[in-house]
């Protein structure tokens, strides 16, 4: 029997190995994997890797921070995803102190539906603002919220007793709650300390926002979900620090999780010594830290301590960054990684001999999707939705603004050659990206309403 789309002879790639085969695929699901198979459509994949589209648990669009906003929104963020091989996002609702948390969801999902070229789900905020509304999550969970977002950071930071609350609230809704780990009060501090006594440049952020404090921030918000008998998951780990205190709680048998981003894992803080606003681009928070960081992060990655890579893509533009030159704690924090994602891990990860091929599949699909809540993503296998990515391992990408489909203008990764890139990118049974081109319009993703069975 004919098959809508069959990929042919390709090196199929998949947390649990490496094998060939053809994959054949009915509608929008995988509905056979084995030798053979004829489609309405074949692609030959010969000496080219099949694997799950891939899934990105943590991006910002159009993400407001007072008068501007990221630069990417729901429809140039998705195309980059896609021409980077990853098939769904999932994006944030931060809801205004007058909605509730359900206006909220609906308000985001009106600016995203719309405008979507892959799938997309979304973590609800839950800031002091919402310590009131808790009693609505479980509402929010219901339409498809099945994640919430905590800060230790920002105006959003809840204190350690509204941070019980949120924890409870969350794990007696069977949700995930998922957290920004960082010491406030000793950066502001060390903010106050740096500035008042003229050290203004991007250089003090880092600095400003010491690993070890990272690390103290990540035991304590452990801590407290240990006590509410929660499972956690821990945001853009940077260093080692964070990284002991989620590896000794899982040796304890706790449910913790975390994940690191590419710039953690490619990038380093001589960055910010460059001059004007160069030296401005890579301010995020967590920082980017010092090279020796990076062995700490791929260790951390091939030991399961760390489960995901994300990206935290959060881009403003030059002009934006430059504003906050004569304060560096003014510069909108943020960096895009979004389309280079999939193929930085693989080319610094997998071709340099930190992650196996199985472990850049799961860090990037497999492991993302199962614990958000995705059961019919990042997986090869019948009944899976047919999410794919044909991935040319010989293809060489020289990265700069001019090569990649995001919309700031600049990369941190300008200059990079990385080694292997998507040929060809499916969603849900359909071709979205062939021959360099995007092949279908806005409004092509969907919604993924999310949950979780009885932990």
């Known amino acids: 029997m004919a098959f809508d789309l069959v990929i042919k002879n390709g090196e199929i790639v998949t947390a649990q190995g490496v094998y060939r085969a053809d994959v054949g695929v009915r509608g929008e699901r995988i509905a056979a994997i084995g030798e053979s198979l004829q489609g309405r459509r074949e692609i030959a994949a010969a000496g080219k890797y099949v694997t799950p589209g891939a899934v990105d648990v943590h991006v910002h669009l159009e993400m407001p921070i007072g008068d501007i906003a990221s630069t990417d929104d729901f429809y140039t963020g998705t195309r980059a995803a896609a021409f980077g091989g990853t098939t769904t996002i999932i994006d944030f609702v931060e809801p205004e102190p007058e909605e509730t948390l359900l206006e909220a969801l609906a308000s985001r999902r009106a600016c995203a539906d719309d405008k979507v070229v892959i799938d997309y789900g979304l973590h609800m905020t839950l800031g002091p603002a919402e310590i009131p509304k808790l009693d609505q999550v479980a509402a929010a969970y219901a339409a498809g919220c099945a994640s919430f ?14 941070m019980l609350q949120a924890l409870t609230a969350v794990h007696n809704t069977n949700g995930l709650p998922i957290v920004h780990a960082e010491n406030w009060d000793v950066i502001t501090m060390l903010i106050a300390e740096n500035v008042g006594n003229g050290r203004t440049t991007p250089h003090y952020h880092p600095r400003s926002r010491p690993a070890k404090m990272e690390g103290e921030a990540a035991g304590r918000i452990i801590n407290l979900a240990e006590f509410v008998g929660t499972r956690l998951y821990v945001f853009h780990v940077s260093c080692g620090e964070t990284v002991d205190r989620i590896a000794t709680a899982r040796q304890r048998g706790l449910p913790i999780y975390g994940e690191t981003c590419p710039q953690y894992l490619l990038l380093d803080w001589s960055l910010y010594d460059r001059p004007g606003v160069l ?15 990076q062995a700490r992060l791929w260790q951390a990655l091939s030991r399961n301590h760390l489960q995901a890579v994300s990206t935290d893509h959060c881009p403003f533009t030059m002009a934006e960054k430059e504003r906050g030159l004569g304060d560096y704690s003014q510069i909108p924090g943020g960096v895009p990684s979004i389309e280079v994602r999939f193929t930085a891990v693989y080319s610094a990860g997998v071709r340099a001999g930190h992650l196996s091929l199985p472990q850049w599949v799961d860090v990037c699909c497999t492991t993302p999707a199962r614990l958000f809540g995705l059961p019919r993503k990042g997986q090869i296998a019948v009944g899976y939705d047919a999410d794919l990515v044909i991935f040319d391992p010989e293809r060489e990408m020289h990265v700069s603004p001019k090569t990649l489909h995001e919309t700031a203008g600049w990369t941190l990764y300008e200059g990079m050659t990385l080694h292997g890139w998507p040929e060809m990118t499916i969603s849900h049974g359909q071709v979205i990206v062939e021959d360099g081109e995007l092949v279908v319009g806005m409004g092509n993703g969907r919604f993924l309403r999310r949950g979780f069975g009885k932990m």
Do not use: H, Q, T, W
Request: glycine share 6%; charged share 30%; proline share 10%.
């Open 149 to 162: 977002k905590l800060y230790m950071a920002y105006d959003f930071r809840l204190n350690d007793g509204e």
């Open 279 to 293: 030296g401005a681009l890579p301010v995020c928070s967590p920082p980017i830290r010092a090279k020796e960081e």
